[in-house]
């Protein structure tokens, strides 16, 4: 079992930084793959990033060159640093670990669920 919990969220202006961070319970955090993904209000939840286990990334093509998907082992925390925010990028950003190591965009082949922190983007 992984409990996951997320922070970091908050209101920017456009243009603007946050860096959002996933803390992880459990000892086999390393083992595992973390996504971040989000949700916009009458949208469906969406891919954003993923790290596997051994520090490989994938992206959505909206964040790519903007957003960073990073690890830390030693601290089982995933972070998701998130530059050039723009107003689309508002959402409720969610963390996810998943024991498949084959790479999916897929909400539901990821097995554990953070409760999500809001992020607002103002123009």
């Known amino acids: 079992q992984v409990q996951l919990v997320e922070s970091g969220g908050g209101l920017v202006q456009a243009g603007g930084s946050l860096r959002l961070s996933c803390a992880a319970s459990?000892?086999?955090?390393?083992?595992?793959?973390m996504g971040w993904f989000r949700q916009a209000p009458g949208k469906e939840r969406e891919f954003v990033a993923r790290?596997?286990?051994?520090?490989?990334?994938f992206y959505a093509d909206s964040v790519k060159g903007r957003f960073t998907i990073s690890r830390d082992n030693a601290k089982n925390t995933v972070y998701l640093q998130m530059n050039s925010l723009k107003p689309e990028d508002t959402a409720v950003y969610y963390c996810a670990a998943d024991r498949d190591a084959i790479p999916t965009m897929r909400a539901e082949e990821y097995d554990y669920w953070g409760q999500g922190t809001q992020v607002t983007v103002s123009s």
């Open positions: 459990g000892r086999t955090f390393s083992s595992y793959a």
């Open positions: 790290i596997n286990w051994s520090g490989r990334t």
